[in-house]
């Protein structure tokens, strides 16, 4: 549930980066909070291990500017991918506006998509959310290791596996060069956008 | 009730209503925030500036892991947190199932009197909430 002050003319937007562990969420928010420092007024909050792993979340606030006179922030937030973090997951996702399912293309990768966006359906249900009416995009990520020998999913077995049913909008991407990381994001900004102002006007 | 919009009206009621409990009683910064981490008000000093958003975010984040806790130990719920430090401390305390009160205060407050005064506060927002 977006949240929007009357007073001081401010939405505040929530949208989650979710996926299976070590898909490249946390990267994705890494690469927009050095791309467009000029609109993020504070620094990136990561709650993770020692291991560099994402332990809660992280959270990236975003200014998008004005939208009819009202300030848009945007506010970004990841999940912990790991299986075991499914209870921190869940509160992760509490009020949110819009999803960006970050899929990890690696060939070996491919049924640990599938059973992460089983859980995302099963996650949003409990708020009563459903995947088939709240703004997602998907996003194919590590598209560059084909460049490296690594085997990837083509896009279209990809597109079978996770977004037969859902007919999202998907982007091949690579949060590690920044490849699509701001196509994704404008669009998931558009469709959240959009979905709000067709339940409040 | 409507949690999605806050109306000029009522936020301006909200805003005076932690004015005069907490602020001038001599609290650092006082925020209203919703469970999903967003930040409903926002009051300070106007000395102390923090990062409110990412405060919010965190905040919410903690409530809920501790809420999560409290139910693990067969407890309803916890509905108050407090953190202590040597200059400042922090006090969270449940409004409704929706809303968290937090509050941000140096040593020279009494814990035992920012709650008295954190009570009062909260039974004044439920009653203007529950009138819209």
């Not at chain 1, 401010?10 to 890494?30: A, D, F, H, S, W």
């Not at chain 1, 790991?82 to 990890?104: E, H, P, S, W």
């Not at chain 2, 006082?30 to 990412?54: C, H, L, R």
Request: net charge positive; glycine share 6%.
């Amino acid at each position: 549930m977006s949240f929007i002050n009357l007073k001081e003319k401010v939405v505040q937007v929530k949208i989650v980066y979710y996926g299976p562990g070590r898909c490249g969420k946390t990267t994705n928010l890494e690469y927009i909070n050095r791309t467009f420092r000029n609109q993020i007024v504070s620094e990136m909050v990561s709650l993770k291990t020692h291991g560099d792993r994402t332990l809660f979340f992280d959270f990236l606030p975003f200014n998008m500017g004005k939208i009819k006179g009202y300030d848009i922030k945007i506010q970004l937030y990841t999940v912990p991918g790991q299986v075991k973090y499914n209870a921190t997951r869940k509160l992760v996702l509490r009020g949110v506006d819009g999803i960006v399912f970050v899929a990890d293309a690696m060939a070996k990768q491919r049924e640990k998509n599938i059973r992460s966006l089983n859980q995302l359906h099963e996650n949003l249900l409990s708020y009563k959310e459903s995947i088939f009416k709240i703004p997602l995009v998907m996003q194919y990520n590590k598209i560059d290791l084909k460049e490296h020998g690594i085997p990837i999913l083509p896009t279209e077995v990809l597109q079978k596996d996770l977004n037969s049913r859902l007919q999202v909008p998907y982007f091949e991407a690579s949060a590690v060069t920044g490849y699509n990381v701001a196509t994704t994001l404008k669009k998931i900004i558009a469709s959240t956008i959009i979905a709000i102002q067709k339940k409040l006007f | 009730m409507n949690y999605g919009i806050v109306s000029q009206e009522q936020i301006e009621k909200i805003d005076s209503i932690l004015t005069d409990k907490l602020i001038k009683l001599g609290v650092d910064c006082v925020i209203v925030i919703d469970m999903a981490g967003n930040i409903i008000t926002a009051k300070d000093n106007s000395e102390s500036k923090y990062d409110v958003y990412s405060f919010a975010a965190l905040a919410a984040g903690n409530f809920a892991t501790v809420d999560a806790m409290a139910k693990l130990v067969g407890e309803e719920q916890f509905s108050l947190l407090f953190h202590k430090g040597q200059e400042s401390s922090i006090h969270f305390s449940k409004i409704d199932e929706e809303l968290l009160l937090i509050s941000m205060f140096g040593q020279e407050i009494s814990l035992g009197f920012l709650r008295l005064n954190v009570v009062d506060a909260i039974e004044q927002i439920k009653r203007l909430w529950n009138k819209s």
